[in-house]
């Protein structure tokens, strides 16, 4: 079965520098999250779309913006990065806007961005 | 948001049950009770999840008390790609699905 697609896997940046991550959901999810996993820590969550539109926020950046496109998949755009925000960064699907009565997070195997 | 406590980590020998428990006490009654693991390396996967009754799929059983104030993941025979972070978080109705990650169990499992 088709699953979560991350692009880079890997990325190595400098300071003050941009970088973009992308995600493509699973075939039919709607439904896009993204999580910041720092070094020896538990994913946090940082936003998420349901159908193209922003559905919620959590601790993410003023330095980072993120879309969902008409096809569902997603970008994280990350502007004047920092060496703390040195990190895995996952990205999940589901379908439906995330019902917690029947919806489950399918991950993506991450983009591991390390900013020197 | 409502939140849970599990051990920081637990050993288990490979083909013997792990029950890995989870208290959340200030649970409410619309939280569902979700668990996902993540092995090293790896993004998280979905394992489970319950309201109120005892949940049992190819991966694991939930067991869920009566009070709803604590809960018990079991796998029934641990193997070594069992080994990972096990995740027990709760989601309401209207959380929009994101996951909020606490500190979880790393199960380690000896052969």
């Known amino acids: 079965a088709a699953g979560v697609i991350q692009s880079p896997r890997h990325l190595i940046k400098e300071k003050r520098e941009t970088a973009t991550l992308k995600c493509y959901p699973i075939?039919?999810?709607?439904?896009v999250y993204w999580y910041q996993q720092g070094p020896g820590q538990d994913p946090q969550f940082l936003i998420s779309f349901y159908e193209k539109m922003q559905s919620d926020k959590g601790s993410i950046p003023d330095r980072f913006s993120a879309q969902q496109f008409s096809d569902y998949h997603s970008e994280l755009n990350m502007s004047s990065l920092e060496l703390g925000d040195s990190a895995l960064y996952f990205c999940?699907?589901?379908?439906?806007?995330?019902?917690?009565?029947?919806?489950?997070?399918?991950f993506g195997p991450g983009t591991r961005l390390t900013v020197l | 948001d409502a939140k849970t406590t599990q051990p920081n980590s637990m050993e288990s020998n490979e083909e013997e049950p792990v029950h890995l428990p989870c208290n959340h006490s200030t649970i409410s009654g619309t939280d569902y009770i979700h668990w996902y693991r993540q092995l090293p390396s790896q993004g998280p996967e979905y394992v489970i999840h319950?309201?109120?009754s005892n949940v049992n799929n190819r991966m694991a059983s939930l067991a869920i008390a009566e009070d709803r104030k604590s809960s018990t993941l079991i796998l029934h025979r641990a193997t070594l790609r069992d080994a990972a972070v096990y995740y027990c978080?709760?989601?309401?109705?209207?959380?929009?699905?994101?996951?909020?990650f606490g500190q979880g169990t790393e199960l380690s499992v000896k052969p």
């Open positions: 978080i709760l989601s309401h109705g209207n959380q929009g699905g994101k996951l909020i």
């Open positions: 319950g309201l109120t």
């Open positions: 999940a699907s589901t379908k439906g806007g995330g019902r917690p009565s029947t919806d489950t997070q399918y």
């Open positions: 075939p039919r999810h709607d439904t």
